[in-house]
């Protein structure tokens, strides 16, 4: 571990427009060899040169993450593709037309050009351009590939603010651009092209209906939202307890009013334990709870409200020293899927049945 602190610059930015100056000496760093992280439209992301080893390293000590665990590659343009595949597959150009930029990871075949420090020793290669100007004008600035793993320290749920960046990295990296609230909140779907049929190994923003209609036969790995006796998650960092707040999560399913009895019940058992305790619910609900502290994720109608204030939620909980947290669960309809994977992970697949 380094023992010299960092001076983290925290520097704001217009995220549709970011000050060129700043973008300038941001990509310096990068090109350098440096940390900076930056907004993306689903989380931020902990930045280095995706093609410099020594960058990739420097990102798993910052994050204290598994260097097995390899970070996704972003790119800003399509001719970026090229030198860093083995081959693009037929199927990576047509979702590229479909749905990038945007919140879509795509895994293929390596070329020498990436090291296996960014990979995590890996033949293959995570990729994604991201829908956000300032995140693009970073990547044309250092170079054109930019390794960002999710700018939380390992363990800790994703940053949707700058803030949380700042709480987890601070004194570890060189500067964070700050770009207010992100606009999705759950990190990028990720669909494996290497095999015969494409698989999501992570389920996001773009769901498996989506990529179908674009691709025909899509699956999902089987491991993502149930517990598999044996399974193990085909993403590596899938596998890590992740997306997980510092208390005990319990996900609570079944009929609304039964849900929310239930949970009261829940919360009274562990009050009278002494445990400080917290409810995860909806703008619905959200007056019919007696718990410590309670946070609502928005509307139940608005599935992307529920996504967008998931992590922010989990992270509040741990700031507050809630002890037991009982969440209200979602329809896996659609972006439903991406929102229970996480809840799911983050509760370490326990459910309770009201
Ligand atoms: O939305 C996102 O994807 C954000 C923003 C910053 O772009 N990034 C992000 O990166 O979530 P990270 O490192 O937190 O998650 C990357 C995931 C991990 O679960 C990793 O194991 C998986 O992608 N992954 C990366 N390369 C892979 C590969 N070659 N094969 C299988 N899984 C891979
Ligand atoms: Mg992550």
């Known amino acids: 571990m380094e023992n010299t602190e960092l001076q983290t610059q925290l520097l704001p930015v217009d995220s549709r427009t970011p000050d060129p100056a700043i973008i300038a000496q941001a990509g310096q760093i990068l090109k350098d060899g440096g940390l900076v992280a930056f907004p993306t439209e689903t989380v931020y992301g902990l930045g280095g040169d995706a093609l410099n080893p020594d960058s990739s390293r420097k990102i798993y000590a910052a994050k204290g993450r598994p260097s097995d665990n390899p970070l996704i590659v972003h790119i800003a343009e399509m001719e970026a593709l090229k030198p860093i595949c083995a081959q693009i597959p037929e199927t990576m150009r047509r979702l590229a037309e479909a749905f990038w930029p945007g919140p879509l990871t795509m895994i293929v075949p390596k070329s020498d050009l990436v090291p296996k420090e960014t990979t995590g020793g890996l033949d293959t290669v995570a990729i994604r351009m991201p829908d956000h100007e300032t995140a693009l004008a970073l990547i044309r600035a250092a170079g054109g590939y930019i390794a960002a793993p999710s700018a939380n320290a390992s363990g800790r749920p994703s940053p949707t603010l700058a803030s949380h960046v700042m709480e987890d990295l601070q004194g570890r990296i060189e500067m964070i651009l700050d770009g207010g609230e992100v606009g999705i909140g759950v990190e990028s779907t990720i669909v494996d092209l290497t095999g015969e049929v494409p698989t999501i190994l992570r389920p996001g923003y773009v769901t498996e209906e989506m990529l179908r209609r674009v691709l025909g036969e899509v699956q999902t790995d089987p ?3 149930q517990k598999v006796e044996g399974g193990r998650p085909k993403a590596p960092g899938m596998r890590y307890r992740h997306y997980a707040p510092k208390g005990t999560l319990s996900l609570v399913e079944g009929d609304a009013a039964v849900v929310t009895e239930r949970i009261n019940a829940l919360i009274a058992e562990a009050a009278s334990e002494g445990k ?18 309670v946070r609502s994720l928005g509307s139940r109608a608005d599935m992307r409200s529920i996504a967008l204030h998931l992590y922010r939620a989990l992270r509040e909980f741990d700031t507050e020293g809630v002890e037991m947290i009982y969440a209200e669960s979602f329809s896996r309809d659609g972006f439903g899927q991406a929102v229970m994977n996480r809840l799911l992970k983050a509760a370490g697949y326990t459910i309770i049945q009201a």
């Open 276 to 293: 400080k305790t917290g409810v995860l619910c909806t703008e619905e609900t959200l007056a019919e709870y007696h718990a410590d502290v």
């Open 223 to 225: 491991t993502l939202m």
